[in-house]
């Protein structure tokens, strides 16, 4: 596990570990246009950002921000100009987030000296990871104007063995940087967050809660908050991955990717059922029953040792080929996979009907798809009742120790309600139910998420940036309901004082 991040007093839920500003951060190529270059706000509606004149590739919000990034950009800005030159076609004119990353490399010795003490994994990068390194060892040479590694001593690496250290250390240590909306924006590196190890059970998360008042100074601002207590000297621990996933494919990609077999508490588990690879009990206690191998039907519940009944093999086995399916292939906006987005209102029944557990895999990221769609086309209905019904079931499995592994998952729960409390709160035709009771009811769902995006996104915080649009609108939604409450009984009096008279 090598070196870690240990608790140096009791940090209670909501609580932030490290508040820090990342040592490298680039956006990546799509979002260049739309995020300032320095600070990553987003551009104002209706307003363009600055582009830099002179590579044309970066845009900043305020020539405060650009002064600020220039310092870094001024390096940046040739390699851009020289690569866009000698670029292939217009389709790869600029570099990918990693390479700009990588050519940050080297521009602070301090930083740099950081960046060496992180664990590099050179000497077992395994077959299938070669050919990514091979890439981007030629693709940063090129960037960095240099014909050959040993040309770029002044980065401090004089060979290849230095360059691919420095790639590994790269891929090994980055953080996808975010929204405080967690939606992805590019890379990231900070040598002291990068010292937490994991755990598919983590006791913190990584977050950008965007709560500065002065972001051309500050931002982007990166925490580990801590999702649960974490007492004096227990090791703060955050995943590397999506945990949602089942334990076969997060060995899997912990070992190709980070080089490492996870033997977290949760991996180590032998005599409990997974809530990702479980069915609901036949009997409906709260109790699970694991997802039968193909070899093997006979299944109980961990809890009254109820059998499931036999049925027909495909009702259970048919979606078990799906239990791969990415949280990153679910993305509302993600239009790379068209058959599955297509074809996944028709999974979620199949997958309910065989029994699968709320938080099993792929259901739950299924599920999370089907929420955003409906919020996106204003079907309130249908989403009140699931919206309920799997915050439930979650904060319940939470509650009980079973599905703590879910956290982040909770976070993005919480964001879809704050969602539908913003639908809830406009006066929209679409909406329903319509009047008071659709007041009480946005009100109900932003307090709820609220106080739970308290601890997510750090007490301190207020919840983050999103935390503290939802306090503003549950504060002029308690205004609105008083008029009503208040307003009409007050119209009803004078009409009865009027009536008297």
């Known amino acids: 596990m090598g070196r870690g991040l240990f608790a140096r007093k009791d940090i209670s839920a909501g609580g932030i570990i490290i508040n820090t500003k990342p040592h490298i951060a680039c956006l990546s190529t799509q979002n260049l246009p739309f995020f300032c270059g320095s600070c990553f706000s987003q551009a104002p509606v209706g307003k363009?950002?600055?582009?830099?004149?002179?590579?044309?590739?970066?845009?900043?919000?305020?020539?405060?921000?650009?002064?600020?990034?220039?310092?870094?950009?001024?390096?940046?800005?040739?390699?851009?100009?020289?690569?866009?030159?000698?670029?292939?076609?217009?389709?790869?004119?600029?570099?990918?987030?990693?390479?700009?990353?990588?050519?940050?490399?080297?521009?602070?010795?301090?930083?740099?000296?950081?960046?060496?003490?992180?664990?590099?994994?050179?000497?077992?990068?395994?077959?299938?990871?070669?050919?990514?390194?091979?890439?981007?060892?030629?693709?940063?040479?090129?960037?960095?104007?240099?014909?050959?590694?040993?040309?770029?001593?002044?980065?401090?690496?004089?060979?290849?063995?230095?360059?691919?250290?420095v790639i590994s250390r790269f891929i090994s240590n980055t953080f996808a940087i975010a929204t405080s909306s967690l939606t992805p924006l590019g890379a990231s590196v900070s040598p002291p967050i990068a010292l937490t190890n994991h755990s598919c059970d983590p006791n913190a998360v990584i977050v950008y809660p965007r709560v500065s008042a002065t972001p051309e100074k500050d931002e982007p601002v990166m925490q580990l908050v801590a999702v649960r207590p974490i007492k004096a000297g227990e090791q703060v621990l955050t995943s590397y991955i999506d945990t949602t996933l089942t334990r076969k494919s997060r060995q899997e990609t912990l070992l190709e990717t980070y080089n490492f077999v996870c033997q977290c508490t949760l991996c180590d588990k032998t005599e409990w059922v997974d809530p990702r690879e479980a069915l609901r009990c036949p009997q409906g206690c709260d109790g699970l029953c694991p997802i039968p191998a193909e070899d093997s039907m006979l299944i109980q519940c961990s809890k009254c040792a109820s059998l499931v009944p036999d049925v027909p093999g495909s009702s259970i086995l048919r979606p078990r080929r799906f239990r791969r399916i990415?949280?990153?292939?679910?993305?509302?906006?993600?239009?790379?996979?068209?058959?599955?987005?297509?074809?996944?209102?028709?999974?979620?029944?199949?997958?309910?009907?065989?029994?699968?557990?709320?938080?099993?895999?792929?259901?739950?990221?299924?599920?999370?798809?089907?929420?955003?769609?409906?919020?996106?086309?204003?079907?309130?209905?249908?989403?009140?009742?699931?919206?309920?019904?799997?915050?439930?079931?979650?904060?319940?499995?939470?509650?009980?120790?079973?599905?703590?592994?879910?956290?982040?998952?909770?976070?993005?729960?919480?964001?879809?309600?704050?969602?539908?409390?913003?639908?809830?709160?406009?006066?929209?035709?679409?909406?329903?139910?319509?009047?008071?009771?659709?007041?009480?009811?946005?009100?109900?769902?932003?307090?709820?998420?609220?106080?739970?995006?308290?601890?997510?996104?750090?007490?301190?915080?207020?919840?983050?940036?999103?935390?503290?649009?939802?306090?503003?609108?549950?504060?002029?939604?308690?205004?609105?309901?008083?008029?009503?409450?208040?307003?009409?009984?007050?119209?009803?009096?004078?009409?009865?004082?009027?009536?008297?008279?």
């Open 48 to 165: 363009e950002l600055k582009r830099c004149t002179k590579c044309k590739v970066l845009y900043y919000c305020s020539s405060t921000c650009q002064g600020n990034d220039w310092p870094i950009h001024k390096h940046e800005c040739a390699a851009l100009r020289k690569w866009s030159k000698n670029a292939p076609s217009q389709d790869h004119a600029i570099p990918n987030d990693a390479i700009r990353s990588l050519g940050h490399e080297g521009e602070d010795s301090q930083w740099t000296k950081e960046i060496d003490r992180l664990q590099s994994n050179r000497t077992k990068l395994p077959v299938s990871q070669t050919e990514m390194h091979t890439h981007l060892a030629h693709a940063i040479v090129q960037y960095l104007g240099a014909n050959s590694p040993a040309d770029l001593s002044e980065y401090g690496i004089s060979s290849v063995a230095d360059l691919v250290d």
């Open 326 to 501: 990415r949280q990153s292939q679910l993305s509302p906006i993600n239009r790379h996979y068209p058959k599955l987005f297509d074809s996944y209102p028709k999974l979620i029944p199949l997958l309910d009907a065989a029994g699968f557990s709320p938080a099993a895999h792929p259901l739950l990221a299924l599920t999370r798809l089907h929420q955003s769609i409906l919020i996106n086309t204003f079907q309130m209905l249908k989403l009140h009742r699931i919206f309920w019904m799997r915050l439930f079931v979650l904060r319940l499995g939470m509650s009980q120790g079973s599905v703590r592994f879910l956290w982040k998952d909770i976070l993005f729960e919480l964001l879809l309600l704050h969602e539908q409390g913003k639908i809830l709160s406009m006066d929209e035709p679409r909406v329903v139910p319509s009047g008071p009771a659709r007041l009480k009811l946005a009100y109900d769902v932003l307090v709820r998420a609220r106080k739970e995006l308290l601890v997510g996104f750090g007490k301190a915080n207020e919840g983050g940036e999103v935390g503290r649009e939802m306090r503003k609108l549950v504060v002029s939604l308690e205004k609105e309901i008083g008029v009503w409450k208040y307003g009409v009984r007050n119209v009803l009096q004078d009409d009865r004082e009027s009536s008297k008279s």
